[in-house]
């Protein structure tokens, strides 16, 4: 229980509702005990009469009409009390989950890069959908029955001592062999539990991956591959389940044996105690009905041990993430309406944690606000790192950022990226409409300044040719489109944003020339005074940068403007003339 303990906060939160529902559960059982004492009664009356002979047939017949009614009025008072139970309690469970989800999202959100670098979709999936339907499973049919069977064990065994103490002890003797056996399996299934889950996680895994990358498995024509290695994790999650399930199926039938046994002593025991005048005939029947009411909670006892280790397992694997911290401290500062948004990198040192891959050394560099920078480089010199440090989607280990006087790690993180539209290498849609894929960059916007920025990003004629236009659905990831019209959908909706940072990291790859040219025309007539750092493999696109710096190996190599760079020898020179000759062959 020790995992689960971490959510007793939402049991405290909706404690009103949980303790309405407690009461309504002790009313509904108390009305649910009427039955068996009454049967007794009946019972108990009848032999009088054939036996003794004290009462007539009259008095009888209203005796028995009488306890007929009192036992129909106690089922239905019974039920619908047991209707308010499940109407408190199993509601309460489903407002659980739904926090519980809503906490593990937004603890997603707040975690950086390196922890999804490290976690697989899959397994995220997993955690905030199956795990947390383990979790409200105790949260709500554990709780509800659990407590029911509490409440109806407590009140039999109190009334059946007092009715029969001898008779009561003798048939509860199966009981503590009943827990001795639910505590030993309760811990094999804890762990079979937590190996159905992680299973689970490896099937969701492969299956995302499979799905998101279906037109390579079909273009490589290895179907029959991947379909294999899934049938081995579906294999897999398909054992553990069934070994969970072979385990569980024990407690069933030893739960009915050690009840029939109870039986058994019973009618043994209470014959004995009939015969010798201790107790009446009919509390021998009232026994064996109480004996079977019985049966419920303690076969309940089997099933909540293991929703609860199941839950429990689950659990722990949600604290797994919930107690994943981000390794980006956020800051405190305002930015303010300071002008000055120069962003200086002052001996900077970066390596990828994961691959112990070292990008910057003692990297400096300025950038002057409300200029161009353009930024070429091979392969791995380190182009998309400066950027991502600029968004702090990584923090450096040594040395410092800054935007005008300010560090950034002092900055609120929302603060810093409210100043900045970023457009990365690799466009990600969403399956959504083309609509709102621009309007993520700014929730408040017009369809004005939708199909505005649209037109700054040379999409807008490619969209409106679309039968249904702003509206049109786009598949996930937007396969339903070009490259090229993925990226100046990407493009539109970093426009839209209207910052005073923009980040172009390689988004202009896909574009014939004319488009990219004219989307660069754009951007220097209408967003003068912003900070545009574009990276390109290609000089065309950073030509009319105000400074222009070649990187390799996290060094700056080159630097300068395009007519200072073309004059003297180096990279940006060779890689000029050859993108030259290309264009002219």
């Known amino acids: 229980m020790k ?58 017949k209203e005796i028995l009409f009488i306890n007929i009614v009192l036992i129909v009025g ?8 047991t209707f308010l139970m499940r109407q408190t309690i199993i509601n309460v469970s489903r407002f659980i989950e739904f926090d519980v989800k809503n906490e593990i999202f937004s603890h997603y959100q707040s975690l950086d890069q390196i922890f999804y670098k490290k976690n697989r979709t899959g397994d995220l999936m997993n955690r905030i959908s199956e795990d947390v339907s383990k979790v409200r499973m105790y949260y709500g049919p554990v709780l509800m ?22 008779l009561t002890i003798y048939s509860l003797i199966p009981l503590p062999i009943l827990s001795i056996f639910i505590y030993k399996i309760s811990n094999i299934i804890n762990k079979k539990s937590t190996l159905v889950q992680e299973s689970l996680s490896d099937l969701s895994t492969y299956s995302q991956e499979s799905f998101s990358g279906i037109s390579v498995l079909k273009s490589f024509n290895i179907q029959d591959l991947i379909f294999n290695k899934f049938d081995k994790y579906a ?55 109480y004996v079977n009411m019985l ?34 401290q956020n800051g ?28 910057f050394k003692s990297f400096n560099l300025s950038i002057k606000s409300g200029k161009v920078l353009g930024i070429l480089g091979k392969v791995g010199s380190g182009k998309t790192s400066l950027v991502d440090l600029i968004s702090r989607i990584y923090d450096p280990q040594k040395g410092d950022i800054f935007i005008g006087d300010k560090n950034l790690k002092s900055i609120e993180i929302s603060e810093l ?59 996930e990831r937007g396969v339903t489109l070009s490259g090229g019209q993925a ?26 020339s004319d488009t990219e040219d004219r989307i660069l025309k754009n951007l220097k007539n209408n967003f003068q005074n912003k900070t545009l750092i574009i990276i390109s493999h290609r000089v065309s696109c950073v030509k009319h940068a105000d400074n222009i710096i070649v990187l390799d190996n996290g060094k700056i190599i080159q630097s300068g403007s395009h007519s200072e760079l073309v004059k003297g020898e180096g990279y940006y020179k060779d890689l000029y003339l050859k993108q030259n000759s290309e264009i002219n062959d």
């Open 145 to 166: 029955y659990g407590t029911n069977a509490i409440v109806l064990f407590t009140i039999i065994i109190f009334y059946m001592y007092s009715i029969a103490p001898k």
């Open 74 to 81: 106690a089922a239905l008072i019974s039920g619908f009390f």
């Open 417 to 475: 990226r409210n100043l900045i539209s970023y457009v990365p290498q690799n466009n990600f849609l969403f399956s959504e409409s083309i609509k709102k894929n621009i309007e993520f960059g700014n929730p408040d916007s017009s369809i004005d300044d939708i199909t505005n920025a649209a037109k700054l990003a040379e999409i807008d004629l490619e969209i409106e040719k679309f039968e249904n236009g702003y509206d049109t659905i786009l598949g």
């Open 3 to 60: 995992e689960l303990e971490r959510l007793n906060k939402f049991l405290i939160k909706y404690k009103g509702r949980l303790l309405i529902g407690l009461l309504i559960t002790v009313i509904s059982r108390v009305f649910s005990l009427v039955t068996p004492r009454l049967v007794g009664n009946s019972i108990t009356s009848i032999e009088n009469y054939l036996k003794l002979n004290n009462i007539s047939p009259d008095e009888l």
């Open 487 to 512: 990226q100046r959908i990407s493009i539109a909706r970093s426009f839209i944003k209207d910052s005073e940072i923009y980040l172009f990291d390689d988004c202009f790859s896909s574009l014939d």
């Open 295 to 328: 049966t419920w909670p303690v076969t309940l006892v089997g099933w909540v041990t293991s929703i609860v280790k199941q839950a429990e397992a689950s659990q722990k694997r949600i604290n797994e993430f919930l107690d994943s911290n981000t390794t980006l």
């Open 235 to 289: 294999f897999n999650s398909f054992n553990n389940s069934l070994s969970l399930a072979k385990i569980q199926a024990w407690f069933f039938p030893i739960i009915l044996f050690l009840i029939g046994l109870s039986n058994l002593i019973v009618i043994y025991i209470g014959g004995r105690e009939f015969i010798d005048g201790n107790i009446e005939i009919g509390v021998i029947a009232e026994f064996i009905i």
């Open 332 to 359: 405190k500062l305002k930015l303010g309406n300071n002008k000055n948004k120069d962003i200086t990198f002052k001996n900077v040192y970066f390596k990828y944690d994961q691959t112990g891959i070292e990008i």
